[in-house]
């Protein structure tokens, strides 16, 4: 049998990570997420990451969402043309789930030992009128930009990819217990691997390589 050599790959997985919005997340998984801003605010938090807000219908936290949709809507006052969704990839830790007003635990669940709280589509909440899937994170590091999932004009897509590609070798060691490379969590941990072309440093579970020396 003839040895196979490659240079690059780019695949796609079916994991937790992309649940639907009407999916309950489990505790202790990484999910994709979105979040709606301003351009500007979009630039910020590529640069210096998030920042807790001081309250909301959750308390203090980051506000993201599985559901794009929902993160299209925000900022609700500003226009369209001001308007950036950015794709997450977030680390929930221990979740608590809030599906109806006034739940005891609806600003106090931190305080309880969870890290995330999850308020799942269609609860009947006043408070979310939209009826759509929201999470409150309550560590801003726990929530890290992987890409632009919506911007208002080409230009301003491709200044935040680029800023985004900038501020990425910037960004602090990976989650403990996870790859840096492939960011999924690793149990046993997992050796890493040259490129048997460009000669970068690569795990065999990231989802893209694109080898240098091949283009």
């Given at each position: 049998?003839?040895?196979?050599?490659?240079?690059?790959?780019?695949?796609?997985?079916?994991?937790?990570?992309?649940?639907?919005?009407?999916?309950?997340?489990?505790?202790?998984?990484?999910?994709?997420?979105?979040?709606?801003?301003?351009?500007?605010?979009?630039?910020?938090?590529?640069?210096?990451?998030?920042?807790?807000?001081?309250?909301g219908m959750l308390g203090p936290g980051v506000y993201v969402s599985r559901n794009q949709k929902k993160a299209e809507r925000y900022p609700l006052n500003s226009p369209v043309t001001d308007r950036v969704v950015l794709k997450l990839s977030v680390d929930c830790g221990k979740i608590k789930r809030i599906d109806k007003d006034n739940h005891p635990l609806?600003?106090?669940?931190?305080?309880?030992?969870?890290?995330?709280?999850?308020?799942?589509?269609?609860?009947?909440?006043?408070?979310?009128?939209?009826?759509?899937?929201?999470?409150?994170?309550?560590?801003?590091?726990?929530?890290?930009?992987?890409?632009?999932?919506?911007?208002?004009?080409?230009?301003?897509?491709?200044?935040?990819?680029?800023?985004?590609?900038?501020?990425?070798?910037?960004?602090?060691?990976?989650?403990?217990?996870?790859?840096?490379?492939?960011?999924?969590?690793?149990?046993?941990?997992?050796?890493?691997?040259?490129?048997?072309?460009?000669?970068?440093?690569?795990?065999?579970?990231?989802?893209?390589?694109?080898?240098?020396?091949?283009?």
């Amino acid at each position: 049998m003839s040895s196979i050599t490659f240079f690059g790959w780019s695949v796609q997985y079916d994991e937790d990570r992309h649940l639907r919005a009407e999916q309950e997340p489990k505790s202790g998984k990484r999910y994709t997420m979105y979040h709606g801003t301003k351009v500007q605010t979009a630039r910020s938090i590529i640069q210096n990451g998030f920042r807790q807000s001081a309250d909301g219908m959750l308390g203090p936290g980051v506000y993201v969402s599985r559901n794009q949709k929902k993160a299209e809507r925000y900022p609700l006052n500003s226009p369209v043309t001001d308007r950036v969704v950015l794709k997450l990839s977030v680390d929930c830790g221990k979740i608590k789930r809030i599906d109806k007003d006034n739940h005891p635990l609806q600003k106090t669940w931190h305080s309880q030992g969870y890290d995330t709280a999850w308020v799942p589509p269609n609860c009947g909440m006043k408070a979310v009128p939209s009826g759509l899937e929201e999470d409150c994170v309550w560590d801003p590091k726990r929530v890290g930009v992987v890409d632009i999932a919506l911007a208002p004009s080409t230009t301003i897509l491709a200044d935040l990819k680029q800023l985004l590609a900038q501020s990425q070798p910037q960004q602090g060691p990976a989650t403990p217990g996870t790859c840096h490379l492939c960011k999924c969590k690793v149990v046993p941990a997992h050796s890493t691997q040259t490129c048997w072309g460009c000669g970068d440093t690569i795990c065999t579970l990231m989802t893209q390589h694109k080898c240098k020396r091949r283009g």
